[in-house]
């Protein structure tokens, strides 16, 4: 069923929360004249201007600033009773957003397709993937409901719910001496060449965490961001990566993996919700199949 809330005012939040009328109709796959022209009609039923328009873009006025908290609950409230008329019968409807990590496409984007067009029918997934910086912001925008993420630290907040924590991982040539035996002391680390995502991904500040406490020297001399650009650096002899050994092709010949010891590193695979979305029957549905389910895939690619 459509909103009970005038689109025009989903678009206002879109607006101002992008800051440009170009970014709105990208994400939302509409002309920009449409919001150009629906923008303008919502400010003739104020009578007052909501938006400043800019040669980068657009800023609300003083009034649009004192609207957007008050029209953001009544557009949650109003999905939410949407939601209510529409699973009266007990079935989840509704489009779900889901992000994923680039390494986790492949193990999660086909059977989490699979699982909810069987059992859900009447729920439409929205994937996207990114890496966690990328996905967290779009978390905290709104922009999606859920999202698969990577942990450095100790997951204690009740928004996120953990997968999995694999431990990490020295990755290497087959045949290098460093990645010969199943463990490695983490002192051992200290002036081998390491192929590293850049600040400020939350692997490389924990290595700085680590070098101060431990007084050992980490030496980046290449950086990667995506996990298969670390391996096929390794592969080329680059130097060694740092992983979990979780989403990446870990019968490659080609590779050999140490488990980090003294301390062991533990990372976690969690599953992070937003706050800002309404709080549907079919978000929870999706959320609880991918507590569920996700365990169990990452443990058959481990």
């Known amino acids: 069923m459509q909103t009970i809330l005038d689109p025009k005012w989903h678009l206002f939040i879109t607006v101002a929360k992008l800051g440009s009328l170009t ?16 923008i303008s009609q919502l400010e003739r039923a104020c009578g007052v201007r909501l938006f400043n328009r800019t040669g980068r873009g657009v800023t609300l006025t003083d009034f649009g600033r004192e609207l957007l908290p008050r029209i953001e609950i009544i557009a949650g409230e109003a999905e939410e009773l949407a939601d209510v008329i529409q699973t009266s019968g007990g079935l989840p409807i509704g489009e779900v957003r889901v992000g994923l990590l680039h390494s986790a496409v492949g193990p999660m984007a086909g059977p ?33 409901d859920m999202a698969i993420l990577l942990r450095e630290w100790d997951v204690s907040t009740n928004e996120e719910f953990v997968l ?85 092709r870990v019968h490659d010949s080609r590779f050999a993996m140490s488990r980090i010891t003294n301390p062991e590193l533990i990372r976690s695979v969690v599953l992070s919700s937003s706050l800002r979305r309404p709080n549907s029957l079919a978000t929870r549905t999706v959320q609880k199949l991918i507590e569920q389910e996700a365990p169990r895939l990452l443990r058959n690619i481990a």
């Not at 909810?116 to 997934?125: A, C, N, S, T």
């Not at 290449?222 to 592969?235: K, P, T, Y």
């Open 23 to 38: 970014q709105a109709a990208i994400t939302l796959d509409v002309p920009q004249s449409m919001i150009s022209r629906h």
């Open 112 to 144: 989490l397709f699979e699982l909810v067009r069987e059992r859900y029918p009447r729920v439409k997934l929205h994937l996207c993937e990114g890496s966690s910086s990328q996905l967290e912001e779009l978390i905290a925008d709104g922009r999606i």
């Open 164 to 248: 999995t924590q694999p431990k990490l991982m020295l990755v290497g040539r087959t045949g290098e001496a460093a990645v010969a035996q199943p463990t490695i002391d983490l002192e051992a680390l200290e002036g081998l060449p390491l192929v590293l995502p850049c600040r400020p991904h939350t692997l490389r500040l924990r290595l700085e965490k680590l070098s101060k406490s431990h007084k050992i020297d980490f030496n980046c001399v290449v950086e990667a961001d995506s996990i298969r650009l670390q391996w096929e650096l390794v592969a080329a002899g680059a130097g060694y990566a740092i992983t979990s050994g979780l989403f990446e």
